[in-house]
């Protein structure tokens, strides 16, 4: 299991390594077979450690040496592989080479330069969202954690010579440096309380820690995994972060490195279960940013910005069945997501790449003719994110839902009504691309073509699993067995759940299928036929500007911090502390001068000058140094 | 029992074996060449050397007055070693020197001192092996002998030396007088608390020693003497002298006066403050590298100081392994100004704008040496600075390790400047490509070797903590 | 048979060095200046004698020193009386403050 598990991640490390240092010698063909080679095995690797596992291995933790090794602190550079990681593993190593293989296409026109470059910073990401997954203590997580979101940085960024990119990617990184400043934290405190931050010690430990302790704590965790998971208030990197390549959307941006968050507070459910109001802080921060995202998914006209907010609001869902203690949900549902999303993401790169790097829906329509494959399995994601059964989305948001709904059913109603307005802006993008007639250009048109097989086959296995995928999960009422919450029974403790009855239950299912039904068809019949096409007004607008978030955070937290350092920089700095350094060098500077003058060069001085001294000494020496003592303890 | 005085001698014995060989050699024949003296020094130095970490006896020899252990062993090993050094250096400018065999025989003679000072265990001893290696001292910086100013920092020396050493034995005279006897075990007992005369003798006494290590008030011989000496001489007397008296002084300080460990813990805490300050202050000035490496080593002084002052098993450790860096690092530095200084005579820091053009190696030699005495990571010299100020702290002068980082900072100044006018900056005058001999070349392996290595091996510093105890 | 008392002869050592001090610091003749350490190192001789024979008679501790520091300072002179002729040399004086190049 130790060589397994290392192979698992320096695999990836290793096509980095190669691909990266080696981007000057690579063809197109080494690079794409080198990464995608790496991460398939990566993958057999991680499916044969799910087959053990499910085998009946116990889980265990496995050392590999001591990372810091201090008196008072010792971290072990340790992998802790258990049902919950080894899903991971799958999700992300699978969907990883899915997109790998996609992206060996859609990233041709690129130099080979920088087409190495591209697969090297996906093969790091990988590496580092393999340790986030795999470390056996929150500090392993965190080198992972903050590897994730440098590969995101560079890969939002990758087409560095355009501003708006780096400025996008920059965005990116501030903003979850914010979010780990409280990971770091929770961290620090947790190291402060126990002496050391190893997921068996501090979940052995839990009922040492003071309430506070823990709800701190796990309020800091949630501020890191805001970050990474983009809520609210963290949440607007994540749509500036389309800049990127659209695999790395596809793969970073919806399938795994946002779901980092669901996987710590997933992976941390016991602090959790114990800290009450932290939980209700979650449900509040989940359900909050599902609706608020949602709304502004509505009017977006930018194909993948619709994907992104939708993204943003599916993971409030996840956070919601988090704080609602339904963590297999929440987990279930970061599996579903990771297909139906990856799949539309792939989809939406699949249509930009044949409009010729077009995103506006509005100039789209009608390509169900073009692009037949890409056409049936978006629509198949779509149906799966609404959450019409029997495809996977329903399952995994009818769980969550359900757990709502037992908690509080105004969560509950909440939920659906997000429900409704996410098969509705689904259907309304689907409509308006591939419904209708084509409104681009005459050139565009006659350069519309189907992608080739590497984009397609990802598609098509993405589209099978978000069909099938949620049958690992078929709740108890419809006869089912929840294969997903066995599984997983070791790591999260299973809620006290089903205390529904048999009734309400089908009809809560009823109600949220027969909304979204409503708001498909509405959706369908509205938009094939007259897309929206002009500028939103009214409260529209304020929908396609994004609630204006942005611009309330440049007027609130961005300018005066700007001027702020305007100020230190020309007036502190400047004339204050430039002056008072740079005076100490004069100072220092003349004192040398002076000072040099004792060496006279007369030895009769030299002499006179020891000679003073020991009387000096002396004299200060009377009472048994007291007065040394004075001066070294009272002067400084 | 015979045998036994051999072994436990064994340093000493070859050195002076080598000191008559060389006298021997002199007298026979007037003509015999240079190369052939150094070449058998340097042999039976480095055989004294490998004797010195394969045989390794502890025990007492001249009713107490000598005691060896490992310790002290590792001690004399450190001063041999550096001497091996600056006699490999020194060999571009002993070449057509004149006086070679002399100038052997002077400098083993004041490293036999220096080898008996660290084993005695007695005043007289200590007294006569303190002569012994110093007043041969004075000769060899004398021997620029058509310099004017070599005679001059010669007749500084020995003037202020004798001076100095007339305190010390003012000092050890009372220590006599109040206690009775001169043996440092017996003196440790006799010591009394509140004995005016006793704090007279050892403030003497430490006048003597801050003299020989050129601690600030007594140092102001050092840049005078370092400047006007010959290279090889000036980097002896600022490593290997100044370690082996720093050696003794631990014993002195912890063994002897252990009983006044509160109080010279205040005297030393401020003597080590303003040898730092001023010295960096002398530094920041100087225009003649020689000179400024005087300076720098008088507030490198100051650092070994703030270790001394913890008083503890950790502190004498500390230090020990700082002058070990310190030995490397700083003849790694005047292994460059020696050679430059043989070859083309240039000593000014302006000489060496755009040293690196010419001389890549020297270049890095020098630099690199340079970052280690400024004690930059990861270069020994951050390592023996760290464990020094980490040994100091444990009395919790923290205010003191604080003001000992403000003078690395300004000691960084310096240094940099430095490396600043060998890198960075052009001159059209900019020494030519030197030709490095086989021996300098040696020795500035072992110098990098060391200055890196001793840094990067963490075990060095271990296997002196386990000696010391 | 009176003895002369420890206190005296300590105060004739202390005058002793005192004045060899003294010359040290205002003597410009080199010669002069090794003669005043000379005075000084007598001091210290005067010193270990006195203290052996009046308060440690049964042993030669300081006999021995004293016999040693005068060796030592016949050494010390010897090889300072040859700096001192290699700096009338150069200097073509023995003056102390003719020999002042280096300074600063």
Known sequence: MKTLLAIIVLLPFLGFLLNGLFRKHGTYKSVARLACTTILSSFIASAIVFGMLSQGTTAETVKYFDFINTDSIKIPFAFQIDHLSAMFLLIITGIGFLIHLYSSAYMKDEEPQHYARYFAYLNLFIFSMLLLVLGANYIIMFIGWEGVGLCSYLLIGFWFKNDNFNYAAKKAFIMNRIGDLGFLLAIFWLIARLGNANYADVFANVHNLSQTDITAITLLLFVGAMGKSAQIPLYTWLPDAMAGPTPVSALIHAATMVTAGIYMIARSNVLYSAAEFTQHIVVIVGLTTALFSATIAIKQNDIKKVLAYSTVSQLGYMFLGLGVGAYTGAVFHVMTHAFFKALLFLGAGSVIHAMHHEQDIRKMGGLKKYLPITHITFLLGCIAISGIPPFSGFFSKDEILAAAYEKNPVYWGLGVAGAAMTAFYMFRLYATTFLGKFRGTQDQEHHLHESPAAMTIPLIVLAVLSVIGGFVGVPEVLGGKHLLGEYLSTVIIPEPHHALAHNTEYMLMGISVAVATIAILFAVSHYSKKPQLEDATGLGKVLENKWYVDELYNTFIVNPLNALGGFFKNIVEKSGIDGFVNGIGRFVNYLSRQIRLVQSGQVGGYILMMVVSVVIILFIWIHDGEIYKFLVTKLF | ?469 | MSQTPLIQILFLSVGLFFIGMYGLLTRRNVITILMSIELILNSVNINFVAFNKYLYPHQLEGLFFTIFIITIAAAEAAVAIAIIINLYRSHHSVDVEDANELKW
């Open chain 2, 1 to 469: 029992m015979q045998t036994n005085y051999f072994i436990l001698m064994h340093h000493e014995l070859i050195i002076a074996i080598t000191i008559m060989l060389l006298l021997v050699i002199k007298v026979g024949s007037d003509k015999l060449s240079n190369q052939l003296v150094a070449n058998v020094t340097n042999g039976l130095l480095l055989a004294s050397l490998v004797l010195g970490f394969i045989v390794q006896p502890e025990g007492n020899v001249f009713g107490d007055m000598f005691h060896t252990d490992g310790f002290a062993l590792l001690q004399k090993n450190i001063l041999v070693a550096g001497t091996l050094i600056i006699s490999l250096q020194a060999s571009t400018w002993l070449k057509d020197y004149e006086h070679t065999a002399e100038f052997y025989i002077l400098l083993l003679s004041t490293l036999l001192g220096m080898c008996f000072m660290i084993s005695s265990r007695h005043f007289l001893m200590f007294y006569l092996s303190l002569e012994l290696s110093t007043i041969p001292l004075a000769a060899l910086a004398n021997f620029d002998l058509h310099l004017k100013r070599s005679s001059e920092a010669a007749l500084k020396l020995i003037i202020s030396s004798a001076f100095s050493s007339g305190l010390m034995l003012l000092g050890i005279s009372f220590l006599y007088g109040t206690t009775g006897t001169l043996s440092f075990g017996e003196v440790a007992s006799a010591i009394q608390l509140n004995t005016p005369l006793q704090l007279f003798a050892f403030v003497l006494i430490f006048a003597g020693f801050g003299f020989k290590i050129s601690a600030v008030p007594f140092h102001l011989w050092t840049a005078d003497v370092y400047e006007g000496s010959p290279v090889a001489v000036t980097s002896y007397l600022s490593v290997i002298s100044k370690g082996a008296v720093l050696f003794v002084f631990i014993t002195v300080l912890f063994n002897v006066f252990a009983l006044y460990a509160h109080s010279w813990y205040y005297l030393i805490v401020i003597v080590s403050l303003f040898t730092m300050v001023i010295g960096n202050l002398f530094a920041l000035r100087q225009t003649n590298i020689k000179r400024f490496l005087a300076f720098s080593s008088i507030s490198q002084v100051g650092f070994i100081l703030i270790g001394l002052s913890g008083g503890t098993h950790t502190s004498a450790a500390s230090v020990v392994y700082f002058i070990v860096v310190y030995i490397f690092s700083n003849l790694g530095a005047f292994g460059v100004i020696a050679l430059v200084q043989g070859l083309t005579g240039k000593e000014n820091i302006n000489d060496y704008k755009g040293f690196y053009l010419n001389n890549k190696m020297l270049s890095w030699m020098l630099g690199i040496a340079l970052f280690s005495l400024a004690g930059i990571p990861p270069v020994a010299g951050f390592f023996g600075k760290f464990f020094l100020l980490l040994s100091g702290a444990e009395k919790g002068a923290y205010w003191l390790i604080a003001i000992a980082a403000i003078n690395m900072v300004i000691s960084l100044y310096y240094y940099l400047n430095v490396v600043k006018n060998i890198f960075i900056d052009k001159s059209d005058t900019s020494i030519e490509k030197l030709p490095i001999a086989i021996q300098p070349r040696i020795a500035m392996i072992i110098c990098v070797i060391g200055v890196v290595g001793s840094g990067l091996c963490g075990g060095l510093y271990q296997y002196i903590f386990d000696l010391v105890k």
